[in-house]
């Protein structure tokens, strides 16, 4: 089962978050929990994990500022 | 393999298994739900509580669904452990129309009484006040079903714990305020919002027992919330429990909590009951390794069915908007939907000249008499006053506790009713003046009224609340004589009911009282004292949302309600003198609000002018006047005009006062001029 990924709302006032940096790496084994990107709002900084286990699929580029929904990567 | 026994684990270990069970499914919840987030798989404001999973765990071992649980916001944790249907949870977080509370209430506010999760309130400190009203009914029912009310140690700082916690210790009601302390609120920690050491000792200083329990300590915590729960159970009073926790994530979204240093974090983690029972019960041979991971297993597996099925429920549909605000949709104010509701069966009793607080008094004693369910409390309510202006004479002697004298504490006040409602029934609160509605505001406008729609309709709160209003009398001041009703009917969810003379005061109220929904009953000290009039005997009731003409006319509608009414009835005697044959057209209702008989009468006079006591500008009358040039532009000879109060405090300076209300006087002068102006 895949599962894609996708920039979150984790704040109520959330509507874009910056992708600062992959910390797996692009096709990368993962395990649940780890920790794959870090996430920047206005707010703060925030490691995402890995909400499950499997190979990790880059789709943006880090660096870069998207809107909540949009997708940026995929675990299969 | 070694014996194991409840002596050297220091807890059962049938019941340590079962605790880590419901802890496995918890975990197992959570780490969806953040998974989910994380994912940007569905998105919905989301209050971690990972780390407190051992309390309700423990808690469940030791209640039932018999027992009442009130819990807030981050409360999930509360609510598995509770017996709430994981498919109905995970479908009611995603708003979904099979969620247990039709996706209407969403995660922070779980009703599902079958579990006996009665209420989840997103305001802080806000259950406790309602945890005495369920408590209440147990007791005065006495059945031996306990109440818990969880809330966060941020709580602490607020007036409703305080309000809640004074009541229910001179009651003795049968309540648990189980603070959840995790350390921080919302974003600040411990000492920074309280100089307080802890909080259980707080309880002393209400005559009750505090104690504080290290909930990392799963068994420590299992024996003495066993005997906190069997004191509670047997009579014996409330306590406040202060069980010591720690928030592992954030307050809302998902992850670490940021807000406390690497190195404490790290030492919560070391600590979390969920890990350390775990490895409890491997080390002490109580179950396998295979046999605790058949159960983390089974937990994610219950988890994965609820998701999907949850993910398959359709989104509750926008047809669903005006469902459940009350039990009756018509009751819901529509543009261009204006019911026509019959009027009053006319009453055969006897009638009897009576004061209209006399007739207040004697609608309550019918509703005492009718059903057991009816109890009524607030301020002084008892003897020898019977309530401040006499309003509940006599019930007492007659109904003993049933009449319940409060502290001076309106927020309990409410709350205990909205708790009590909850579970059917029919409390009548009294708060002395309208003006206090400031310091309970929260209970009737976030609680009492939105509680049908929050649920799905799983709960409703049948409550009444009197309320009196000043106000033209002179001399009570800017703090004793608002017309405060427009903050009322602004708040879906409440009927507001507002009696001109003794006859309907009787008939609204008793309705107002069998009614399956939140009413209040505004009672104005000018018609309480002030009118006299004929009352039948018996029961009767006098539908709400249907207004009366009291005086037929053919040049002008004066629309209006409470004792404003007889001034309009003045000012028509003095305008009929000039040849202006004014109609006079009492509300009654103002939610559920009688647009039919409104819109007929103007349509006949084609000019209306609407009264209030309450200060014009944003006042009822604004909605009235808007709704009436709507629907009668092409009809009307001049617009629909208003006349409230001058748009100052009502001044204790009597010839201010009397001069800023509209009165007989200024209501002929108004219909004058509009007369001279829309030919």
């Known amino acids: 089962m895949a599962m894609t990924l996708t920039i979150p709302k984790l704040e109520m006032s959330m509507v874009e978050g910056t992708l600062a940096e992959w910390v797996a790496a692009d096709s990368s084994t993962v395990s649940e929990g780890q920790v794959i990107y870090i996430l920047e709002t206005d707010k703060t900084a925030r490691d995402i994990e890995a909400p499950m286990a499997g190979t990790l699929i880059h789709k943006a580029a880090a660096g870069e500022t998207y809107e909540v929904g949009f997708e940026i990567g995929e675990i299969v | ?679």
């Open chain 2, 1 to 679: 393999m070694a014996i194991v026994n409840e002596g050297n684990l220091g807890i059962e270990p049938k019941v340590l298994t079962e605790i880590y069970r419901q802890m496995s499914r918890i975990r197992a919840v959570d780490k969806a739900v953040q998974a989910g987030l994380s994912a940007g798989k569905f998105m919905f404001s989301y209050w971690p509580m990972t780390g407190q999973e051992a309390i309700p765990a423990t808690i469940a071992q030791l209640t039932s669904s018999r027992d009442y649980m009130i819990t807030t916001y981050r409360g999930i944790h509360d609510q598995v452990a509770k017996g709430v249907g994981l498919d109905g949870l995970f479908a009611e977080m995603l708003g979904r129309e099979d969620g247990i509370n039709k996706g209407k209430g969403g995660s922070p506010h779980i009703s599902d009484p079958s579990s006996g999760s009665m209420l989840t309130t997103a305001i802080v400190g806000a259950g406790a006040p309602i945890a005495n009203g369920l408590a209440y009914a147990a007791k005065s029912r006495g059945e031996d079903r306990v109440t818990i009310v969880n809330f966060g140690d941020g709580a602490t700082s607020i007036g409703a714990i305080h309000e809640a916690m004074n009541l229910a210790g001179v009651w003795k009601l049968p309540v648990i305020f189980l603070c959840q302390n995790n350390q921080i609120g919302e974003y600040t920690a411990i000492p920074d919002y309280t100089a307080s050491k802890d909080f259980a000792s707080r309880a002393a200083g209400y005559g009750f027992k505090g104690v504080k329990i290290d909930a990392t300590d799963v068994a420590g915590f299992y024996r003495e919330m066993k005997a906190v729960i069997e004191e509670v159970r047997a009579g014996n009073g409330p306590i406040f429990v202060e069980a010591s926790t720690f928030r592992l994530g954030p307050h809302a979204g998902v992850g670490d909590n940021k807000n406390v240093a690497a190195d404490v974090l790290a030492a919560a983690k070391e600590a979390w009951a969920l890990q350390r029972t775990r490895t409890l019960l491997a080390e002490a041979g109580v179950c396998t390794a295979a046999e605790l991971d058949a159960m983390d297993s089974a937990a994610q597996a219950e988890v994965d069915a609820a998701l999907a099925m949850a993910s398959a429920s359709r989104v509750t549909p926008a047809t669903e908007t005006l469902i459940d605000v009350y039990a009756d949709v018509d009751t819901v104010p529509r543009r261009g939907h204006y019911p026509m509701r019959a009027d009053e069966i006319v009453p055969v009793g006897e009638p009897r000249q009576m004061m209209m607080f006399e007739a207040v008094a004697e609608a309550q004693d019918i509703a005492f008499a009718r059903d057991e369910g009816v109890f009524l409390l607030g301020e002084d309510v008892g003897e020898p006053h019977g309530g401040v202006f006499g309003t509940n004479r006599g019930l007492q002697t007659k109904y003993g506790d049933r009449v319940r004298p409060t502290p001076i504490a309106e927020t309990a006040i409410i709350g205990a009713g909205i708790g009590a409602a909850l579970v059917g029934m029919k409390p009548i609160a009294e708060i002395m003046f309208v003006d206090f509605a400031g310091v309970c505001l929260d209970q009737i406008a976030n609680h009492a009224a939105k509680q049908r729609y929050m649920s799905g309709a799983q709960t409703h709160v049948p409550l009444t609340i009197r309320m009196m209003i000043g106000g033209g009398m002179g001399g009570f001041g800017a703090q004793h004589s608002q017309s405060l009703e427009a903050w009322l009917t602004h708040v879906p969810g409440l009927k507001v009911a507002i009696p001109s003379n003794p006859y309907d005061a009787k008939g609204l109220l008793l309705s107002c009282i069998f009614d399956p929904d939140p009413c209040i009953h505004l009672e104005t000290l000018m018609g309480l004292r002030g009118t006299k009039g004929d009352v039948p005997a018996g029961d009767y009731r006098i539908p709400l949302g249907v207004a009366k003409v009291r005086r037929e006319g053919t040049d002008i509608s004066l629309i209006s309600y409470g004792w404003q009414v007889q001034q309009c009835l003045n000012a028509a005697d003095e305008l009929a003198k000039e040849g202006i044959s004014a109609e006079v057209i009492d509300l009654r209702t103002l939610v559920p609000l009688d647009y039919h008989r409104v819109l007929r009468s103007v349509k006949k006079t084609r000019r209306a002018l609407v009264v209030h006591a309450a200060v014009e500008f944003c006042g009822f009358g604004a909605e009235l006047a808007s709704t009436i040039n709507e629907e009668l532009f092409s009809t009307l000879k001049g617009p629909a005009i208003r006349l409230g109060a001058e748009y100052a405090p009502i001044a204790y300076a009597r010839d201010i006062e009397m001069n800023q209300v509209p009165n007989a006087g200024s209501i002929a002068a108004r219909v004058r001029a509009a007369m001279q102006q829309y030919k």
